[in-house]
C-alpha cells in the first residue's frame, strides 16, 4: 500500500487560506479515488474532499465553495487549498485513498484557525 505524508498546516486567522500538499510514496495514477479526512478534537474522522483519477471532485456541504481537492498523477501528489477558514476546520487533516485503508495513514498536518 501506498504510504502519504501530509504538510502545510498551520495557524491561519478567520477568513484565511492554506494549501495541503500529500506525498505518496508510490505512484498514485492506478488509484481510483483519493481523499482528505480530517479529525478535530473529539470528534469522528471525516472525509470533506474526494477526487477521482479522472479528475472528478466531491466535497463534504460544509467546505463546498471554500475547498478545493486535486491532484498530480505525474508528481504522485494530492493538494487541498483551503479559502475562507473557520475556527470550525480546526483539526488534523490527513490524506487517503478512498474508501480508507488503515495501513496508509500518515502523520496528519494540524490546521488551527483561530483569531
Known amino acids: 500500500q501506498v504510504q502519504l505524508v501530509e504538510s502545510g498546516g498551520g495557524l491561519v486567522h478567520p477568513g484565511g487560506s492554506l494549501r495541503l500538499s500529500c506525498t505518496a510514496s508510490g505512484s498514485i495514477a492506478s488509484i481510483h479515488a483519493m481523499g482528505w479526512y480530517r479529525q478535530a478534537p473529539g470528534k469522528e474522522r471525516e472525509l470533506v474532499a474526494a477526487?477521482?483519477?479522472?479528475?472528478?471532485?466531491n466535497e463534504v456541504d460544509s467546505v463546498k465553495g471554500r475547498f478545493t481537492i486535486s491532484r498530480d498523477n505525474t508528481k504522485n501528489m494530492v493538494y487541498l487549498q483551503m479559502n475562507s477558514l473557520k475556527p470550525e476546520d480546526t483539526a488534523v487533516y490527513y490524506c487517503?485513498?478512498?474508501?480508507?485503508?488503515?495501513?496508509?495513514w500518515g502523520q496528519g498536518t494540524q490546521v488551527t484557525v483561530s483569531s
Open positions: 487517503n485513498v478512498v474508501p480508507y485503508n488503515d495501513d496508509s
Open positions: 477526487i477521482t483519477s479522472g479528475g472528478y471532485a
